[in-house]
């Protein structure tokens, strides 16, 4: 029987923004590094508000001005149901946008892989512990300047991010070739 991909899954309060921008800007590099048949990547959002919306316009803004096509998101909420012990396609790991993200999926899901995204930018020291100094800013209620700077965020955080990627497919949990 062939392993299932691994499944990353970007998480923050309504999935329009934050984990959306994360969703399209990994995936790019999962697929950029020929892994697209290994890892599954998608986005969903602790709170169900926007459930079935398109991301905010200006996330779909930001990531057409940066080369990213997000114009086929729609939200969805993750639930304790996504890791029922039937669930087949559970998420595997789970990239927290902000600490109170990181609190709601280690409650849901003790038994996966959760972490904040910054604390994969190297940029940044002591990331052994989930802190507010990790969190992407919910840019919602300010202006455009903000969808920015949380893709200039997320964008930092991706090479580390791929590279646990490639720890875990590396690891032999997962499938590493086609």
Same mark, same amino acid.
């Given at each position: 029987?062939?392993?299932?991909?691994?499944?990353?899954?970007?998480?923050?309060?309504?999935?329009?923004?934050?984990?959306?921008?994360?969703?399209?800007?990994?995936?790019?590099?999962?697929?950029?590094?020929?892994?697209?048949?290994?890892?599954?990547?998608?986005?969903?959002?602790?709170?169900?508000?926007?459930?079935?919306?398109?991301?905010?316009?200006?996330?779909?803004?930001?990531?057409?001005?940066?080369?990213?096509?997000?114009?086929?998101?729609?939200?969805?909420?993750?639930?304790?149901?996504?890791?029922?012990?039937?669930?087949? #396609?559970?998420? +595997?790991?789970? =990239? @927290? &946008?902000?600490?109170?993200?990181?609190?709601?999926?280690?409650?849901?899901?003790?038994? %996966?892989?959760?972490?904040?995204?910054?604390?994969?930018?190297?940029?940044?020291?002591?990331?052994?512990?989930?802190?507010?100094?990790?969190?992407?800013?919910?840019?919602?209620?300010?202006?455009? #300047?903000?969808? +920015?700077?949380? =893709? @200039? &965020?997320?964008?930092?955080?991706?090479?580390?991010?791929?590279?646990?990627?490639?720890? %875990?497919?590396?690891?032999?949990?997962?499938?590493?070739?086609?």
């Amino acid at each position: 029987m062939a392993s299932r991909p691994l499944r990353v899954t970007t998480v923050c309060s309504g999935n329009i923004c934050r984990s959306p921008i994360a969703e399209y800007v990994l995936r790019r590099a999962v697929e950029e590094a020929g892994l697209g048949h290994a890892v599954v990547v998608d986005s969903a959002g602790v709170g169900g508000w926007h459930v079935g919306d398109p991301a905010d316009p200006r996330t779909r803004r930001v990531l057409r001005a940066y080369g990213y096509d997000g114009d086929a998101h729609r939200a969805q909420q993750i639930t304790r149901a996504w890791f029922a012990p039937d669930a087949d #396609d559970a998420p +595997d790991l789970l =990239l @927290a &946008m902000d600490a109170g993200h990181y609190d709601d999926l280690v409650r849901m899901a003790p038994d %996966r892989d959760v972490v904040m995204m910054r604390a994969f930018d190297p940029a940044l020291v002591d990331v052994e512990h989930p802190s507010r100094e990790l969190d992407v800013p919910d840019p919602y209620y300010g202006g455009p #300047d903000g969808f +920015d700077e949380v =893709l @200039a &965020m997320i964008e930092a955080a991706t090479p580390g991010t791929l590279a646990h990627i490639r720890a %875990r497919l590396t690891r032999g949990s997962l499938p590493t070739g086609q």
